[in-house]
Antibody, heavy 121, light 113 residues
C-alpha cells in the first residue's frame, strides 16, 4: 500500500521560497496524479496543482500559476513543490496526495502527513 | 470554479444516533456519459491529514466502516453516519473533482452531544 512521507516543517521570511518534498513508499505515483493542496488556518482546503510524472503533465491552479513549480524524480519516487514570493498568507499546512487516475480530475488517497510552512519576518 | 457549500457548519449528535451532513455544488457534478458524480467525502482529525471515506458520491473506501454512507446526485449530496461512535468526532468535508481546479466544502465539525 502506497504511503506518502513529506519533509519537515519550515519557517520562511516574506519574499523567499520554500521547497517541500513528498516520497512514495510501498508503491509509486508515477502514472497517477500527485497533487499538492494546502490548508491555511480557518480556511478550506485548496488544490494548488498536480503532476503526472510518467506523462510529464503538470497542471497549476490559476491562483498559483506564476509562483508554483512542481517537479518529480521518478527514479526516486519523489515529488517536489516549490512556492516562491512567500507572504504571510502562505502560512499553511501543505499536503501531497495521490489521485486515482492519470488526469487531474481526482479524489485523493493516500495523503502525506502534511508540512507546516510558516511565513514570518 | 465550482463552489461547494456544506451544512451545517457544526453538528452535535449523541452516541449511537445518526449524523447527516449535506453538500451542495454550484454546478452539476454528474458526468452523464458515464453516470458518475465526481464527489468525495473526507474525515479529518486534529493533526492528521484528510482520510477519504467516500468517492463517486457513494462508493465507500476500502476499510471504512459501513456506518458511513454517501448519497445524492447532480448538485446535492449527503454523508450519513448511522450509529455514531466516539471515534467519529472529526471535521468532515466534501470535494468536487468534476472540474479543474478541484474544490472543497468549508467543512462540518461533528461533536458529541
Amino acid at each position: 500500500q502506497v504511503q506518502l512521507v513529506q519533509s519537515g516543517a519550515e519557517v520562511k521570511k516574506p519574499g523567499s521560497s520554500v521547497k517541500v518534498s513528498c516520497k512514495a513508499s510501498g508503491g509509486s505515483f508515477n502514472s497517477h496524479d500527485l497533487s499538492w493542496l494546502r490548508q491555511a488556518p480557518g480556511q478550506r482546503l485548496e488544490w494548488m496543482g498536480g503532476i503526472i510524472p510518467t506523462f510529464t503533465r503538470i497542471q497549476y491552479a490559476q491562483k498559483f500559476q506564476d509562483r508554483l513549480l512542481l517537479t518529480a524524480d521518478t527514479s526516486a519516487n519523489m515529488a517536489y513543490m516549490e512556492l516562491s514570493s512567500l507572504t504571510s498568507e502562505d502560512t499553511a499546512v501543505y499536503f501531497c496526495a495521490r489521485g486515482d487516475y492519470s488526469d487531474f480530475r481526482n479524489s485523493f488517497d493516500p495523503w502525506g502527513q502534511g508540512t507546516l510552512v510558516t511565513v514570518s519576518s | 470554479d465550482i463552489v461547494m457549500t456544506q451544512s451545517p457548519d457544526s453538528l452535535a449528535v449523541s452516541l449511537g444516533e445518526r449524523a447527516t451532513i449535506t453538500c451542495r455544488a454550484s454546478q452539476t457534478l454528474l458526468f452523464s456519459s458515464i453516470n458518475r458524480n465526481y464527489l468525495a467525502w473526507y474525515q479529518q482529525k486534529p493533526g492528521q491529514p484528510p482520510k477519504r471515506l467516500i468517492y463517486w458520491a457513494s462508493t465507500r473506501q476500502a476499510g471504512v466502516p459501513d456506518r458511513f454512507s454517501g448519497s445524492g446526485s447532480g448538485t446535492d449530496f449527503t454523508l450519513t453516519i448511522t450509529g455514531l461512535q466516539a471515534e467519529d468526532v472529526a471535521l468532515y468535508f466534501c470535494q468536487q473533482y468534476r472540474d479543474v481546479p478541484s474544490t472543497f466544502g468549508q467543512g462540518t465539525k461533528l461533536e458529541l452531544k
